[in-house]
């Protein structure tokens, strides 16, 4: 059966680097995935009352889109939505009386009960890919990188969605990268914070870069726009702020697939990034010299 | 100054009201302080979860919705994950935040975001933060 | 010369339908807004082209033993038994202004201008109360992604009646937030048509000049004999009808 594909809001603007350079993955990896043709935005964080269902409605509505378009996977890249729509998921598979409320009330759409399963990337590659394939396809290995995932906190709570606890580090061992763990990697950026208690949101990203700082590492992957916003766009007011965090490109985990399969410049996306991030590919010799 | 503290104000409506609208029971929290130490957004908090509990335990209700914290709560389910009783925190902070935002308080106007900010933001953001700070 | 046939003599049943919770007996062969005139009405508002595209006569009304709320434009809806309506001529909602030469196209600036887009929760009554069938839905959930093409394309038949933002749980004004992607798209975005720039240039130049002169030599009764002989398209008109006289042209 087929693998649909949710791109979710930011993903069209500004998060354009990390889908353009996954789409390109996919074709080159030779899967299938096919962007939904009607969807809306999932919510972005799911709504964590009991008696609130009209928050339920989007996620569900993007899920109902998959279904009737006869897939039975949905993969998505931002880790916020993929949250989102893996919770509203078992929602609709575990409640009965919310599954009725809500399916009644989307008097518009069919049926719905949790036909689809919901399925981040990084979680496709491993079972439609696999590690020791991806390594074999690997073109470009990015030997002597260290570089550590940044799972952030929507792709590793609650438990009933997590991934795999080594899912980002097998990801990255698979294209050749020396692999650094580090303790701050599942530890909160400050997500949507940084839009209404700054000092706070920035103190939080200041420690995960401490600690990718503490930890030589040469550049953090992740999954997330909102964590590339905060720890990658932002993390010149972080240093502006706290002196002990150092300099740390940042990716999203597709763009370093992409360099390992050796794809061309145009799909890393690498314009939308830091500075940083391209000047390490080209002082690696991982991107041609400009 | 004295609390007062009866089956009343243990049982009062703030308390049910919570564990309608989370499904968690406060007094489950044995206030060992794990979730306060794990939380990445103590920066600004007046006080922080394990204290709420420990006033959602005792009826406090006023004292408690004044607090901002709610407001700050990240949603990043650390305290969730370590909790030893297993208590869905996230679940009681989101029941304070939308006892508030019902009641037609919120906590950001839109328009009050610098605009400079909102053109350069990921959606993502912008959806997450008015979903939580907006009724 | 005309005639005129009293409403009660055609073949129609006399109904009941309420306005605003109060009973009226109608003519059942009437659109809503003859109907509400028959009973007395007078439309100083409400009303405007009666030709169903004005967007003034906004209409919503229930049936006994259905639930749901049905929509529709009073000068375009028949009545029916029992109908229960009332009428929405106007629902506030801010529109934003801005500087046309400063303005970018793009989601971004749409999004400064009305950041409350961000506030959809895709509930879909937008979209449900529309008389035009528009996806109101559908064109906000392009424009949080940033697709003005879209957004524009989905909203085209919007008829600003407002009714969507009533409904609205985020409190989106979807009609301006609309009409402004389609300015910005149409404005900005969309290619220049070469044969509009050229004959734009060609008028500029004086095309229409020695006729206008022409005109304005003439006197009142010149004027209206021309105007009264001008070639007229014909109502039913086939698709390659083209005029007989190619002045102007």
Redo the contacts between chains.
Sequence with gaps: MSIGYYPGCTLKTKARNLEDSALACLRALGIEATELPRWNCCGAVFSLADDDLIHQVAPVRDLIRARDEGHDRLTTLCSMCYNTLARANLLMRDDEEKRKTLNLFMDEETDYAGEVEVQHYLDLLRTDVGWDKLRATVKKPLEGLRIAGYYGCTLVRPREITVAPTLFNDFLAALGAEVVDFPESTVCCSSYQILSAEGAALEASAKVLRGATTHKIDALAMSCPVCEYNLGKRQADVRAKFQDVGEIPTFYFTQLLAVALGLPLEDLGLKQNEKSSEELLRARNLIAAA | MAIKVSLKTLRGPLARKVR????EDPNMCFQCGLCAGSC??????EIYTRKVMHMLQLGQADAVLAQRMA??C?????C??RCPRGI?I??VV??LR?ITLRAGEN??A??A?P?D??????????????????G | MSTTVPVESLTSQKIPIFIMGKKYIVPDSLTIMKAMEYAGFKFIRGAGCRGGICGACGTVYRKPGDYRIHVGLACQTMVEPEMYLTQLPFYPANRASYDWAAIEATGEAVGELYPELFRCVACNACTKICPMDVEVMDYIAALKRGDLAAAMEISFNCIQCGLCASRCMGELPQYHIAQLARRLYGGKLAPETPHLEAMVKKIADGYYQEKLDELKKMSADELKKLYQEREMEPHQAEEHWTPKNDVGL
């Excluded at chain 2, 990921?122 to 700070?133: D, H």
């Design positions: 309608e609208m989370s499904g990445p957004m103590t920066g600004e908090m407001y700050l990240a949603s990043c389910h650390t969730q994950v869905d996230p679940k989101e029941a939308l906590f950001l839109p328009e975001i605009k900010r909102l053109k350069e933001m990921p959606q993502a953001a912008i959806v997450a933060g008015l979903r939580k700070f907006t």
